[in-house]
Antibody, heavy 120, light 108 residues
């Protein structure tokens, strides 16, 4: 069955960096766009970034552009999110999600999330 | 950016009743590319509806979506205990893809 498992979250100081990973199984990874989405404590969902099948195309929300970088390794069935220059308002659960085969912005499977806490 | 506004914020209902959730977009959603997700505490969101009205795999037919343009509705008939959760709408017709703030369906 389809599984997405995030890792790499933790406590980091303001201005610090972190690399999140998402390893998938149960489907042909290279056939799908992948996205990262976050949810601040008690808040709604915010799409952050997507990456295309072979990394040709990426896009970012304005709130993270220039600070976060998405990448993928199809050989490892993994997608990554490099977080830099972190701020307190980046504290959230970070989810990776699979874009539907029909349209990349529809998220048909999600991981369980990894918590990032930015605090001094 | 398309802003999605969900109402009400919280819906208090008894099992067996009907839930009607609203999602209003600040501008027309391209292609009616509007999805609904369910989220339970400590869990990832689960896709319920895409294309405004198409149920995802495994979603029971008591759950339905409707609407077009800027006004969309999620209806859950005869609420079951597992339906009490938070529901988010999302538009994926225009970048950046955006979500509503959520509606909580709680047991009355």
């Amino acid at each position: 069955q389809v599984q997405l498992v995030e890792s790499g979250g933790g406590l980091v100081k303001p201005g610090g960096s972190l690399r999140l990973s998402c390893e998938v199984s149960g489907f042909t990874f290279s056939d799908y766009y992948m996205s990262w989405i976050r949810q601040a404590p008690g808040k709604g969902l915010e799409w952050l970034s997507y990456i295309s099948y072979t990394s040709t195309y990426t896009d970012y929300a304005e709130s993270v552009k220039g600070r976060f970088t998405i990448s993928r390794d199809n050989a490892k069935s993994s997608v990554y999110l490099q977080l830099s220059n972190l701020r307190a308002d980046d504290t959230a659960v970070y989810y990776c999600a699979r874009g539907s085969v029909y349209i990349s912005g529809l998220f048909d499977f999600w991981g369980q999330g990894t918590l990032v806490t930015v605090s001094s | 950016e398309i802003v999605l506004t969900q109402s009400p914020g919280t819906l208090s209902l008894s099992p067996g009743k009907r839930a009607t959730l609203s999602c209003r977009a600040s501008q027309s959603v391209n292609g009616n590319y509007l999805a609904w997700y369910q989220q339970k505490p400590g869990q990832a969101p689960r896709l319920l509806i895409d294309g405004a009205s198409t149920r995802a795999t495994g979603i029971p037919d008591r759950v339905s979506g409707s609407g077009s343009g800027t006004d969309f509705t999620l209806t859950i008939n005869s609420l079951e205990p597992e339906d009490f959760a938070v529901y988010f709408c999302q538009q994926y017709g225009s970048s950046p893809w955006t979500f509503g703030q959520g509606t909580t369906v709680e047991i009355k």
